[in-house]
């Protein structure tokens, strides 16, 4: 069973930057696609950004291309999201997600990745 779990989620003030760490343990997760969503109350979730499992490749939403940067460290397992010139709109919690095929696809359906972390709160302030 994959677990996945978020950190550095916070409270920054806008035009800041903010790093999170997706630790994933329980299978051969350094194999597949992981990416990044986001969801604010009210709305669906928003797929934020993708990377498949040597990262080689990356998908970005056009909302965050240039300001945020996906990579992942297969050695210790861990996923990153680098998110610069924040802005009160990435306001949101953002969920870690990995996607239980042998492909190098990034879907930005939601229900194309099989796991999901718990979530971190990203709050940007104006």
């Known amino acids: 069973q994959v677990q996945l779990v978020e950190s550095g989620g916070g409270l920054v003030q806008a035009g800041n930057s903010l790093k999170l760490s997706c630790a994933a343990a329980?299978?051969?997760?350094?194999?597949?696609?992981m990416g990044w969503f986001r969801q604010t109350p009210g709305k669906e979730r928003e797929f934020v950004a993708g990377i498949i499992w040597n990262g080689e490749r990356t998908v970005y939403a056009d909302a965050v291309k240039g300001r945020f940067t996906i990579a992942r460290d297969n050695s210790n397992s861990i996923l990153y999201l680098q998110m610069d010139s924040l802005k009160p709109q990435d306001t949101a919690a953002y969920y870690c997600?990995?996607?239980?095929?042998?492909?190098?696809?990034?879907?930005?359906?939601?229900?194309?990745?099989?796991?999901w972390g718990q979530g971190t709160q990203v709050t940007v302030s104006s």
């Open positions: 329980g299978g051969p997760v350094s194999t597949y696609t």
């Open positions: 997600v990995l996607r239980w095929k042998l492909d190098v696809s990034i879907p930005i359906m939601p229900n194309e990745y099989e796991y």
